[in-house]
């Protein structure tokens, strides 16, 4: 029955993310600077789903674990990576969110698909060769008996497990918890002055109503990508917290562990749920109506 329940939560995250992929990249319609943030976003998770996923329902199915040390380290490795792309990209979107909300006429200007394009492939770079450093240097992943329980996670340095928490986790969501208090605060501020508009000779204005339809548009999607934000920090707080006080085999514990990987199946039912063009694009995928479209 666990097993079962295990591979349709593997299957549901790699098709659910496959189904974003797919749509941002056919549609040239979707191919925006935010899109492209969220196509990084569901890759990530997709990693998620056919990697970290199926090692993990293994390591829980089997009493031991099978592989050899370098799976070990390759798994672990990996767990890591996808976390930090996660973040990386989370950043990002609150930074594009940010300029698009408080500063939407400069968006376009500053914001440009080459330069999306260039910050997220440099955000893969570091999050690729930052853990890959960590793991060489400060980690020490030891096997014995090849036995999963057996299958240690040994930071050799405190103080380096406490500067890569620093980095890796309170910076990136100190960055995003501050961007977003400022794009809610400017967007209120935003709506309340459209809202004095709307009875004013200004809203009959062609250009005035595009204007007021365009900042709403921006907001809606800030406020879409920010649920995605705060479904992260709620996933991966408790984790993080647990491994820091303390450590137990308890189903609590478990449950804990656990919450990091249901994030990867949640953001594209997010997009599903409050975006409707990945309603009809995912309509066209599975009816294979590709080409009409």
Known sequence: MASSLMMSFEAVTVFLN????????HFKQLHTTTNLLILSLAVSDLLVGLIVIPVTTVAIMEPCWGFEEYFCVFHFYM???CTSLSLGNLVLISIDRYVAVCDPLLYHSKI???RMMCCISITWCCCI?????????????????????????????????????????????SIIITLYMKIFVVARSQAR???????????????GVKTVQANKSERKAAKTL???????????????????????SDNLSFTISFLPLVNSLINPIIYALFYPWFKVTAKHILTLKLRRS
């Open 18 to 25: 496959v189904l974003v992929i797919i749509s941002i990249s």
């Open 226 to 248: 920010s649920i995605v934000v705060f479904n992260y920090l709620i996933c991966w707080i408790p984790f993080l917290f647990t491994n820091m006080l303390f450590f137990s």
């Open 112 to 114: 440009t698909t080459t």
């Open 129 to 173: 060769i930052y853990d890959a450093a960590i793991i060489k240097n400060f980690v020490n992943v030891q096997v014995h008996s090849r036995c999963l329980n057996e299958c240690f996670i040994v930071e050799e340095l405190h103080w380096a497990n406490i500067i890569d928490l620093v980095i890796t986790m309170v910076v990136p969501c």
């Open 193 to 207: 002055s459209q809202a004095r508009k709307v009875f004013s000779k200004e809203a009959a204005c062609v250009s």
């Open 79 to 81: 767990a890591c990576l």
